[in-house]
Nanobody
Framework: QVQLVESGGGLVQAGGSLRLSCAAS????????MGWYRQAPRKQRELVAT???????SYADSVKGRFTISRDNAKNTLYLQMNSLKPEDTAVYYC???????????????WGQGTPVTVSS
């Protein structure tokens, strides 16, 4: 019924840029907050950035000034523009969204399958 699909990951040189996308599809009534998380090998998944339905954003200190989160509500799509990439940014990036399904009052959290990002030095 509802799924999130990330795209745009890949291999990039340090200092380069990459743009991730996350498309939500299915029986959706509304999408509330959305966010990007990442998980490096042998590390816990961490929050990268969030954006509310109204467009308010927040970022992890490690990516402030380098990453920009945005969304296109008409397309139910989330984006993450990543600039000045560092090797420390290497991880699998996951899309997250709080979504109300059609005919369902209570919202639920959904996760994408992840898209890998590798930054070489």
């Amino acid at each position: 019924q509802v799924q999130l699909v990330e795209s745009g990951g890949g291999l990039v040189q340090a200092g380069g840029s990459l743009r991730l996308s996350c498309a939500a599809s299915g029986s959706i009534f509304s999408i509330n907050a959305m966010g990007w998380y990442r998980q490096a090998p042998r590390k816990q998944r961490e929050l990268v950035a969030t954006i509310t339905s109204a467009g308010s954003t927040s970022y992890a200190d490690s990516v402030k000034g380098r990453f920009t989160i945005s969304r296109d509500n008409a397309k139910n799509t989330l984006y993450l523009q990543m600039n000045s990439l560092k090797p420390e940014d290497t991880a699998v990036y996951y899309c997250n969204a709080d979504i109300r399904r059609l005919g369902v009052l209570r919202s639920a959290t959904y996760w994408g399958q992840g898209t890998p990002v590798t930054v070489s030095s």
